[in-house]
């Protein structure tokens, strides 16, 4: 059941807000550049899961603001998820990847219901896995998804890419210009500091199982693969 000494593999977190190239909606061009990495890195042998995220769609907590009531505004953003999910998975398939989708609302017509030792299956067989639909549950966020999916069918370790920076800041680089990049950092430290950039129930979820955690810029030319590789880019957090 577990990884193999040596088979790298990991859990790669997509924002949804970098699908849509900024604007709502889906950006083929963008969707097409991210598979072509991730296809790249697949075809070195890494196993890869991906979870993406749906903020070019709808966000929960934003549709809440505008009067939704938030249990169904956060299944709009799951559901958003799906649609990324199946747009990824038809660039891949074009990059001659396999891959299979399995998301945690069930949906028989488009995706694979979640089933963790499935999905491990998958990519031992060298099939890139996408899930879909995040955790199925309101009030959860892709991020913390990604730290449960990622500790549930073992990975190495989870990659969260973020959309317009480029690692973890001392404070917000948009609005402080003392902001220093951090190259490494403690989930102690995450969580004492209030770093935004990620959510606090994913860090604290791989701080209590010892699971590290990369957190890059996915703007750029192959930043999505150098960080699948393990090179040094971003922010490695750590227990
Ligand atoms: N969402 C949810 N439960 C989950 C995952 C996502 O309710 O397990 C909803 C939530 O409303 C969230 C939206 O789906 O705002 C889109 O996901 P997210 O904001 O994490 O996407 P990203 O920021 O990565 O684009």
Do not use: W
Not at 12 to 20: D, H, I, Q, W, Y
Not at 158 to 176: C, E, I, N
Not at 196 to 210: G, I, P, Q, T, Y
């Amino acid at each position: 059941e577990g990884n193999h000494p040596g088979t790298r593999r990991v859990l790669l977190k997509l924002s949804g807000e970098a699908f849509g190239g900024g604007k709502v909606g889906l950006d083929p061009d963008v969707v097409r550049g991210i598979a072509r990495q991730i296809a790249t890195v697949a075809r070195e042998g890494v196993q890869i899961a991906v979870v993406v995220g749906g903020g070019n769609f709808f966000r929960g907590a934003q549709l809440q603001q505008r009067g939704m009531e938030r249990s169904r505004a956060d299944y709009m953003g799951m559901l958003g998820t799906v649609m990324n999910c199946l747009a990824l998975q038809d660039f891949l398939e074009h990059e001659g990847v396999e891959t299979r989708v399995q998301t945690a609302i069930t949906m028989g017509q488009v995706a694979e219901p979640y089933i963790p030792r499935r999905a491990i299956r998958h990519m031992e067989k060298g099939r890139v896995v996408i899930f879909g639909a995040g955790a199925g549950m309101p009030y959860f966020s892709t991020d913390t998804v990604s730290a449960q999916r990622a500790l549930e069918i073992k990975c190495d370790a989870v990659l969260m890419s973020k959309h317009g920076v480029d690692g973890v800041y001392t404070a917000d680089p948009r609005t402080d210009p003392e902001a220093r990049k951090l190259e490494t950092l403690t989930y102690a430290d995450a969580l004492s500091r209030n770093l935004k950039v990620v959510d606090a129930a994913a860090f604290s979820l791989c701080m209590e199982n010892d699971l590290p955690m990369l957190v890059f810029g996915m703007d750029g030319e192959d930043s999505i693969a150098r960080a699948v590789r393990g090179e040094k880019i971003g922010t490695l957090v750590t227990a």
